[in-house]
Nanobody, 113 residues
Framework: QVQLVESGGGLVQAGGSLRLSCVAS????????MGWFRQAPGKQRELVAT?????STFYAVSVKGRFTISNAKNTVYLQMNSLKPEDTAVYYC?????????WGQGTQVTVSS
């Protein structure tokens, strides 16, 4: 059974930085792509960034230039710089294997103004 475990969330002031990590386990095949989504209170879950096995990345317009996604072995990272109050949300790690989607439990990121 595939498991995704996130860490690194917390409370930070506007302009600050956080680094999220997501460790994947339980899969004999490569999970591809992997990425991050977020969900703010009262809003739908939205895509933040993805990275595939070739290293190609995709970013939402709202985070481009501020966030950087990277990966190493079975771990995906999200470096978040210049954080804004509107980045406040629960951040979820996502991984795909064929037609299946796997999700982590989420980690809270709160940015104070």
């Amino acid at each position: 059974q595939v498991q995704l475990v996130e860490s690194g969330g917390g409370l930070v002031q506007a302009g600050g930085s956080l680094r999220l990590s997501c460790v994947a386990s339980g899969s004999r095949s490569r999970l591809d792509p992997m990425g991050w989504f977020r969900q703010a209170p009262g809003k739908q879950r939205e895509l933040v960034a993805t990275i595939n096995s070739r290293g190609s990345t995709f970013y939402a317009v709202s985070v481009k230039g501020r966030f950087t996604i990277s990966n190493a072995k079975n771990t995906v990272y999200l470096q978040m710089n210049s954080l804004k109050p509107e980045d406040t949300a629960v951040y979820y790690c996502n991984a795909k294997l064929l037609r299946y989607d796997f999700w982590g439990q989420g980690t809270q990121v709160t940015v104070s103004s």
